[in-house]
């Protein structure tokens, strides 16, 4: 009994670990193996179990890139030579990464530091700190490099923990963020704006009509004054003790006006005359 417990301890272990194993990475496949090799590093796996094991994280596109190992593979060294072929199918070559490297990386939504540890999986040891360096500044924002510019620390690390506080603080605030109570207030301010400048318009449109309405009428009136000084004055400006007062386009133009500007008489003198 105790024999047949140790066996199944041992296989319920070893199922937690291989369930600790993410899907096989495409896009990271030596990332991929240095996660699966160190949580197996206490397991004390064969190199069958390892090579089963890694098969068994495969998905269909990858197999089928395999196939020829899997159907016939090697009699020694199973996994070294899975690991190799995975590693030279889906791993990008040098001087591919060094392309992305240099003319590629953008900050886009991450943190200084998030960029800077992307663009070291590309370097990969080729390129010295100081190059990698120079090339991460040149991705972030002119705010940022002069900050960094009078950091006294050089090291490239501190400089990226320096660089993410930056960002963090200079950041620009979203409109997810607005106090409720701030949009709400700034809502009810636009509203009484909105309001009071109707008010405005709707007065200065009287005041235009007020003009228009008497503005001929004046003007009429000066110029028959100084024009029949000896006649009875005919001038037709409005008097609020006469009810045959007629707007200058009736008085000018008789029946051929086009328009009138109320309280014209026009249409009352007409109406008698008819009767």
């Known amino acids: 009994m105790s024999y047949e417990s140790d066996i199944n301890k041992s296989e319920v272990e ?22 699966a090799e160190s949580v ?8 069958d179990a ?19 190992i899997l159907i016939k593979p090697p009699k020694e060294k199973k996994y070294d030579t899975l690991k190799a072929r995975l590693l030279a199918i889906y791993e990008e070559s040098e001087s591919r ?31 010295s700190d100081e190059t990698l360096l120079l090339l991460w500044q040149n991705h972030l924002p002119t705010s940022v490099r002069a900050v960094l510019v009078v950091t006294d620390s050089k090291d490239i690390n501190t400089l990226a923990s320096v660089a993410d506080k930056v960002m963090e603080t200079t950041r620009p605030i979203s409109i997810g963020e607005v106090n409720t109570a701030d949009t709400a207030t700034l809502i009810s301010q636009i509203a009484r ?51 045959d007062w007629m707007c200058f386009y009736h008085y000018r133009f008789k029946e051929q006006a086009h328009k009138c500007v109320p309280p014209c008489a026009w249409e009352k003198k007409q109406n008698q005359s008819g009767n």
Do not use: C
């Not at 060094?98 to 590309?122: A, T």
């Open 14 to 35: 070893q199922i937690t670990v291989t369930s600790r194993i993410a899907e096989f990475w495409e896009d990271q496949p030596r990332t991929w193996f240095i996660h």
């Open 40 to 47: 197996l590093f206490n397991q004390k796996l064969s190199d």
């Open 50 to 68: 390892k090579y089963h094991l890694v098969i068994a994280k495969l998905g269909k596109n990858v197999v089928s890139q395999v196939t020829d």
């Open 97 to 127: 990464q060094l392309q992305k490297l240099i003319g590629e990386m953008e900050l886009g939504d991450q943190k200084p530091s998030q960029l800077l540890r992307r663009m070291k999986d590309l370097a990969r040891d080729k390129i």
């Open 193 to 243: 704006i909105n309001i009071r400048l109707d008010e405005i318009q709707s007065q200065r449109n009287g005041q235009r009509r007020e003009r228009y309405r008497y503005g001929f009428r004046g003007r009429y009136a000066n110029r028959a004054r100084s024009s029949s000084r000896g006649r009875r004055n005919t001038t037709p400006h409005r008097s609020a003790a006469r009810d």
